[in-house]
C-alpha cells in the first residue's frame, strides 16, 4: 500500500507571496493533519481534517489554511509567507477509526518550504 | 507539552541491541505508547505502539513496564541506517475526535560501525 506522498517536497518563496501545499493520504484513510517543524519549535499541530472539515486547529495565525476534498486529498495554503514560515511542513494520515483500539498515524515525506 | 522525557542522546554498536528508554509518567488508562523516528529532514517514520503488552513488529520490540509509567523500544541489531532521532509520544486527544502528535526533544541515536 502506497504510502502519505506530499507535493512539491522542496519550495522556495518570497515574502508576501502565497504558497498551497498537498498531501494524498494513505488509500482508506479519512483524516489529515498537518504539521509544522522547524528546529526551534519542533513539531507544531496545525490542523486536522476529517470529512471534508476541519475538526481541530492549532494555534496559528489565519494566513495558514486548509482544505479536504471528497477523495480525502488535503491541501494547506500559508498567504503572505514570512521569513519565520520557513519549516518543513508534515502531513499525517489516519483512518480515524471510531472504535476498536487505536488508531495511528502515518507521515508524509515532508514539504521543504523556504522564505527569501 | 511533552508527556514523555527521554534522554538527550545515545550509542550504539552497530550489530548489538539499541535500547532506548522512556518516561511517561502521568499517562492514563487508555493512552497507547507510540514511538516514531525521523532521519535528517525526513519525514516521521512509524516504528511500533503499545499499551500494556509488550509488543514486537519487522522493525522493534516495546516493553512497556507493568505500571505503564516507563517503556523501552529495543532495535535489536542495529545498523549504520538507523541512526536518527527517535520520539516517544503519547498522543493529546481532541474532545471533538482525533488528536495530535506531540514531538519531545527525543533521543538522538547514533550507531557506530
Known amino acids: 500500500k502506497a504510502g502519505v506522498t506530499q507535493t512539491p517536497r522542496y519550495l522556495i518563496k518570497t515574502r508576501g507571496q502565497q504558497v498551497t501545499l498537498s498531501c494524498s493520504p494513505i488509500s482508506g484513510h479519512r483524516s489529515v493533519s498537518w504539521y509544522q517543524q522547524t528546529p526551534g519549535q519542533g513539531l507544531q499541530f496545525l490542523f486536522e481534517y476529517f470529512s471534508e472539515t476541519q475538526r481541530n486547529k492549532g494555534n496559528f495565525p489565519g494566513r495558514f489554511s486548509g482544505r479536504q476534498f471528497s477523495n480525502s486529498r488535503s491541501e494547506m495554503n500559508v498567504s503572505t509567507l514570512e521569513l519565520g514560515d520557513s519549516a518543513l511542513y508534515l502531513c499525517?494520515?489516519?483512518?480515524?477509526?471510531?472504535?476498536?483500539?487505536?488508531?495511528?498515524?502515518?507521515f508524509g515525506p515532508g514539504t521543504r518550504l523556504t522564505v527569501l | 507539552d511533552a508527556k514523555t522525557t527521554q534522554p538527550p542522546s545515545m550509542d550504539c554498536a552497530e550489530g548489538r541491541a539499541a535500547n532506548l528508554p522512556c518516561n511517561h509518567s502521568t499517562i492514563s488508562g487508555n493512552e497507547y505508547v507510540y514511538w516514531y523516528r525521523q532521519i535528517h529532514s525526513q519525514g516521521p517514520q512509524y516504528i511500533i505502539h503499545?499499551?500494556?503488552n509488550n509488543e514486537t513488529n519487522e522493525m522493534a520490540s516495546l516493553i512497556i513496564t507493568e505500571d505503564r509509567k516507563s517503556s523501552t523500544l529495543i532495535l535489536p541489531h542495529a545498523t549504520l541506517r538507523d541512526t536518527a532521532v527517535y520520539y516517544c509520544i503519547v498522543r493529546v486527544a481532541f474532545p471533538t475526535g482525533g488528536f495530535k502528535t506531540i514531538f519531545g526533544a527525543g533521543t538522538r541515536l547514533f550507531v557506530k560501525a
Open positions: 503499545g499499551l500494556k
Open positions: 499525517a494520515s489516519s483512518l480515524a477509526k471510531t472504535s476498536g483500539g487505536t488508531d495511528t498515524q502515518y
